[in-house]
């Protein structure tokens, strides 16, 4: 059963960049055919998908995250990261990360708090 | 961008109780519709894929239907661990988005 695990600073500066790692145990995030995805919710709000990466490195975003956004995978630590530049304070969420096979997300992290302020 | 719309935004309902919601796309999707439940303080849990595929350990009380712009969840008998928010979200064309929910709670 893989499992998967957000980490990063829960308190970041407004303008500053806000980084966060999902680590991936129980499975290679290498195993093809899947994507490793970043969603957020704003507290007591709905879901916001941000965004994927493929096995292969293909990346996909959200339009209205997309030149904020980096999503990146280390294969030598099983892991993928989020980067998302310039944050303010609408940025503050819980961020999740998943694993999905064409829409199936089979996986879930447990989530982890941003807070934006200064 | 493909918006999701639910229905109810909120119900509330009783133990054993039958319950639908539905999720209507702004285009057609065909069947890559998921469905998601979350309870407070956790994180959303994946129930159904492409539209009707039960996802594994989920239990059959859950069931997806629809096809093109028309979805629906129905839980076939309500049960105290049942009361949670529910989530569609579409996966046929980016970005992916989600409905806005639809948070199920005792009557």
């Known amino acids: 059963q893989v499992q998967l695990q957000e980490s990063g600073p829960g308190l970041v500066k407004p303008s500053q960049t806000l980084s966060l790692t999902c680590t991936v145990s129980g499975g290679s995030i290498s195993s093809g055919g899947y994507y490793w995805s970043w969603i957020r919710q704003h507290p007591g709000k709905g879901l916001e998908w941000i965004g994927h990466?493929?096995?292969?490195?293909?990346?996909y975003y959200s339009p209205s995250l997309k030149s904020r956004v980096i999503i990146s995978v280390d294969t030598s630590e099983n892991q993928f990261s989020l980067k998302v530049t310039s944050v303010t304070a609408a940025d503050t969420a819980m961020y999740y990360c998943?694993?999905?096979?064409?829409?199936?997300?089979?996986?879930w992290g447990q989530g982890t708090l941003v807070t934006v302020s200064s | 961008d493909i918006q999701m719309t639910q229905s109810p935004s909120s119900l509330s309902a009783s133990v054993g109780d039958r319950v639908t919601i539905t999720c209507r796309a702004s285009?057609?999707?065909?069947?890559?519709l998921a469905w998601f439940q979350q309870k407070p303080g956790k994180a959303p849990k994946s129930l159904i894929y492409?539209?009707?595929s039960l996802q594994s350990g989920v239990p059959s009380k859950f069931s997806g239907s629809g096809s093109g712009t028309d979805f629906t969840l129905t839980i076939s008998s309500l049960q105290p661990e049942d009361f949670a928010t529910y989530y569609c979200?579409?996966?046929?064309?980016?970005?992916?988005?989600f409905g806005q929910g639809t948070k199920v709670e005792i009557k």
């Open positions: 285009q057609g999707i065909s069947n890559y």
């Open positions: 979200q579409q996966y046929n064309s980016y970005p992916w988005t």
């Open positions: 492409a539209a009707s």
């Open positions: 998943a694993r999905d096979v064409g829409g199936n997300y089979d996986s």
């Open positions: 990466i493929f096995y292969s490195g293909s990346t």
